[in-house]
């Protein structure tokens, strides 16, 4: 691996906190140039856009690149690939590359891309990180019973009852050299434990495991961990791999995802709490974006898992930017658009 640009792939559910463990890595970088590979699931590139705000010297805005024509384990060819080269071509290149993948991708095509003669002979993946939002894992999220559930995969390794966002977190896991279990802050010893035994039942693999709460994890932790993952790829299989090795393609019907317009907004807790209810009513996953509150300098910036919702003001508007509110709506397939919108303007 001498000589190669080390790589880090994070990956994650929707909301577990990639985007401000990311936020983290750049502030303490120590020196060194970091390119960043976002890829948004949506149409709107609120991460992105939260990391182009950072400030830091060594991530200047044309280091960060975002893809947002769909999953990256999806568009590998059409994208990632292309993206990578481009990079690579620069005059200055970076000392270190991180990916961020949409909480909806596959980490394994991705880090398979990295054994394209083109890449392999300049990029090694360092290391992939799953970050987990252990808050919602302990609330049961992915599924009713966890333990039944976890004995019931031990005593049959056929077993086939998850459904699509299980097998998925358990593909992000799979897929993972560094599990970060996210936000222990909001649960006691006994939460925390479950959350534990949950991850380490849902892969045969046993990548290291750190907790963490606001993304807060040591860059040294992160960075540098050399694996050169995309060599040990065949051990990573997903589901999808191992259920459609016919070469049949994969989508994201279950998911559905909407920009929601705002016009101007006077009062910043009236709108958090009328999400929040929105939120529960349609049970939506992931609402995130950015909304300009009237007489208030700043934009104000929304990132919610269900019904935990966070926001604060990160940046002043600039001048002549357009004070837009849009927000991302990501749910299962079947969300109600229409009442969801009128809701959220209401």
Same mark, same amino acid.
């Given at each position: 691996?001498?000589?190669?640009?080390?790589?880090?792939?994070?990956?994650?559910?929707?909301?577990?906190?990639?985007?401000?463990?990311?936020?983290?890595?750049?502030?303490?970088?120590?020196?060194?140039?970091?390119?960043?590979?976002?890829?948004?699931?949506?149409?709107?590139?609120?991460?992105?856009?939260?990391?182009?705000?950072?400030?830091?010297?060594?991530?200047?805005?044309?280091?960060?690149?975002?893809?947002?024509?769909?999953?990256?384990?999806?568009?590998?060819?059409? /994208?990632?690939?292309?993206?990578?080269?481009?990079?690579?071509?620069? /005059?200055?290149?970076?000392?270190?590359?991180?990916?961020?993948?949409?909480?909806?991708?596959?980490?394994?095509?991705?880090?398979?891309?990295?054994?394209?003669?083109?890449?392999?002979?300049?990029?090694?993946?360092?290391?992939?990180?799953?970050?987990?939002?252990?808050?919602?894992?302990?609330?049961?999220?992915?599924?009713?019973?966890?333990?039944?559930?976890?004995?019931?995969?031990?005593? /049959? /390794?056929?077993?086939?009852?998850?459904?699509?966002?299980?097998?998925?977190?358990?593909?992000?896991?799979?897929?993972?050299?560094?599990?970060?279990?996210?936000?222990?802050?909001?649960?006691?010893?006994?939460?925390?434990?479950?959350?534990?035994?949950?991850?380490?039942?849902?892969?045969?693999?046993?990548?290291?495991?750190?907790?963490?709460?606001?993304?807060?994890?040591?860059?040294?932790?992160?960075?540098?961990?050399?694996?050169?993952?995309?060599?040990?790829?065949?051990?990573?299989?997903?589901?999808?791999?191992?259920?459609?090795?016919?070469?049949?393609?994969?989508?994201?019907?279950?998911?559905?995802?909407?920009?929601?317009?705002?016009?101007?907004?006077?009062?910043?807790?009236?709108? +958090?709490?009328?999400?929040?209810?929105?939120?529960?009513?349609?049970?939506?996953?992931?609402?995130?974006?950015?909304?300009?509150?009237?007489?208030?300098?700043?934009?104000?910036?929304?990132?919610?898992?269900?019904?935990?919702?966070?926001?604060?003001?990160?940046?002043?508007?600039?001048?002549?930017?357009?004070?837009?509110?849009?927000?991302?709506?990501?749910?299962?397939?079947?969300?109600?658009?229409?009442? +969801?919108?009128?809701?959220?303007?209401?």
């Amino acid at each position: 691996m001498t000589g190669k640009i080390p790589a880090t792939v994070i990956t994650g559910f929707l909301g577990a906190g990639k985007t401000t463990m990311i936020r983290n890595i750049l502030q303490n970088a120590g020196g060194r140039r970091i390119a960043l590979i976002i890829n948004e699931f949506g149409d709107l590139g609120v991460d992105g856009d939260v990391l182009k705000g950072c400030g830091v010297e060594t991530c200047t805005e044309d280091d960060v690149i975002e893809l947002t024509n769909g999953c990256i384990c999806c568009t590998v060819a059409d /994208d990632f690939i292309p993206t990578m080269t481009a990079l690579l071509e620069r /005059d200055k290149r970076p000392d270190h590359i991180v990916i961020e993948t949409s909480g909806l991708a596959l980490p394994q095509p991705l880090i398979a891309a990295f054994n394209w003669p083109d890449i392999r002979t300049q990029v090694t993946v360092d290391g992939v990180v799953t970050v987990v939002d252990s808050a919602a894992v302990a609330a049961g999220r992915f599924a009713e019973d966890h333990d039944k559930l976890a004995a019931q995969r031990v005593a /049959d /390794d056929n077993l086939d009852h998850e459904s699509p966002i299980e097998e998925l977190f358990e593909d992000q896991l799979t897929a993972a050299d560094l599990i970060v279990l996210n936000k222990t802050d909001l649960l006691d010893a006994a939460g925390l434990d479950l959350v534990r035994h949950e991850v380490a039942a849902r892969t045969a693999r046993k990548p290291v495991l750190v907790e963490a709460s606001q993304g807060a994890v040591p860059v040294s932790v992160l960075l540098g961990l050399n694996v050169g993952t995309e060599s040990d790829i065949a051990n990573r299989k997903s589901h999808h791999e191992l259920e459609h090795e016919d070469g049949e393609e994969h989508d994201h019907d279950e998911f559905d995802s909407f920009v929601v317009a705002l016009d101007g907004v006077a009062d910043a807790q009236v709108l +958090i709490e009328r999400l929040r209810h929105v939120i529960e009513a349609h049970d939506i996953l992931r609402l995130k974006g950015f909304v300009a509150i009237e007489g208030k300098p700043m934009r104000l910036l929304i990132q919610a898992v269900g019904s935990r919702i966070d926001s604060y003001f990160d940046r002043p508007w600039a001048a002549g930017e357009p004070r837009d509110s849009r927000l991302v709506v990501i749910g299962l397939a079947g969300l109600d658009r229409a009442a +969801i919108e009128q809701a959220i303007r209401a």
